[in-house]
């Protein structure tokens, strides 16, 4: 795939008003509600003069093809209108405790290609964005771009990221990564705009975007090492005043100080009923004896993952299946919190731990419908996550595409025809 042709289209000065009527005509087509000149102008009440015009510009920039006649309906035929989702590509990449997964997607981000890499986070942001950006290289390659043809970058991280800047604030599980300027690394190596939110964030919007899944007030929760939450409003993901919205993993559950988070602090969630919290307490049981089948998992391998629990579990293994319970049941009475507070019309559940089994799943359910208000519980839903590991992806996508496609930085790039070599558009309106 070659990079668009289509650059330097006039576009003097283009007013506000001016541009909100572009990237609404562009989302029509994009989405697929609008596919021809008159189906816009009959969603957007412009006149055919204006859509004409206004075509014409998204058509010149590169953004818009034409395509075939549509069938006759007594009038003029009309000729459909496509978006060039091969116009340009997104690199995307969502980074967990202990490992990440990086792709490729096109411009409505439909995953192109995508790899899973090991990986700890704890190593500090030289030695894993340098395995990311090796790994993205080859995976562009892969799919027969080069570095012209990328119109984004969207990270996903495993803690609080400040997002107007795109940078790492305190993050528990990632020592060294405080403040670390991720954007400005990403957007010097690849010459084109980064963001960076926290990974949760980017599982919850994936769901929101993909056409007949999640829409509406949505609560998504990860459940792996660490536990977080990502929050819809209305369909839109709500990041909070400095984006760190939904860090449930870290509210106090309990007054026991002797079990210490990894965020330093005592009698948090993810320390009780996280991935990492499960780990420990089948390690106890197996050292103990107390759970053969852990402790023969822990001759063979010499320590004791999430996994391990999860797995002793399903084989029938009764302490194991405890330990689940009990997890579930303290995740559960969080999410009732968030329930009766917040009222959303689904949980979707993810990560790694989310997969243990139907029994941790009922136990979630049923606490939350125990502990919550009935009103607030009364057509509330609470499923799996539907995408896969690829989910991650997707919501990096979007968030790139929905940065770039906003009035704000539209107008920016919209004379050039691609974003790309334009990578402090971030502040080139004041917008951090």
Known sequence: MAATAHKGVSVEEPSTELLESYARLLDLVRTGEADTRPALSHRTGLGRT????????????????????????????????RFRKDAGRILTAE?????????????????????????DIALGPEPVLSEVESTLDDLLAEVGATPADVWGVGLGLPGPVEFA?????????????????????????????????????????????????????????????????????????????????????????????TVVCRCGKTGCLEAVAGGAALARDGEELARSGRSPALAAALAEKGTITGADVTAAARAGDHHSVQLLVEA????????????????????????????AGDLFLATIRETIYRR????????????????????????????????????????????????????????????G
């Open 328 to 355: 579930g049941r303290r995740i559960g009475a969080m999410l009732a919190t968030m329930v009766n507070f917040y009222n959303p019309s689904i949980i979707l559940l993810g990560g790694k731990v989310s997969g």
């Open 50 to 81: 204006a859509i004409t015009q206004r075509t014409t510009t998204l058509l010149d920039a590169g953004l818009l093809e034409e395509g075939e006649l549509n069938p006759s309906t007594g009038g003029r035929q009309a000729r459909t209108l």
């Open 165 to 257: 800047t795109a940078r790492p604030s305190e993050p528990p599980i990632m020592p060294g990564w405080n403040n670390y300027p991720v954007r400005d690394r990403l957007s010097a190596r690849y010459n084109t705009p980064v963001w960076v939110d926290n990974e949760v964030n980017l599982l919850c919007l994936g769901e929101l975007r993909t056409p007949g899944l999640a829409k509406g007030d949505l609560l998504y929760i990860k459940i792996g090492t660490g536990i977080g939450a990502g929050i819809s409003n209305a369909g839109r993901l709500h990041r909070g005043a400095q984006g760190c919205a939904g860090d449930i993993g870290h509210a106090a559950v309990s007054d026991d100080s």
């Open 372 to 431: 919550s208000l009935p009103l607030s519980t009364r057509e509330l839903r609470i499923e799996r996550a539907r995408l896969g590991e690829e989910g991650g992806l997707v919501g990096a996508a979007y968030m790139v595409l929905d940065e770039l496609f906003s009035v704000r930085h539209f107008g920016q790039w919209l004379p050039a025809g691609s974003p790309t070599g334009m990578p402090h558009m971030h502040t080139a309106n004041g917008h």
């Open 95 to 119: 980074l967990g405790a202990t490992g990440f997964i990086a792709g490729v997607t096109d411009l409505t981000g439909t995953v192109l290609t995508m790899r899973h890499c090991d990986c």
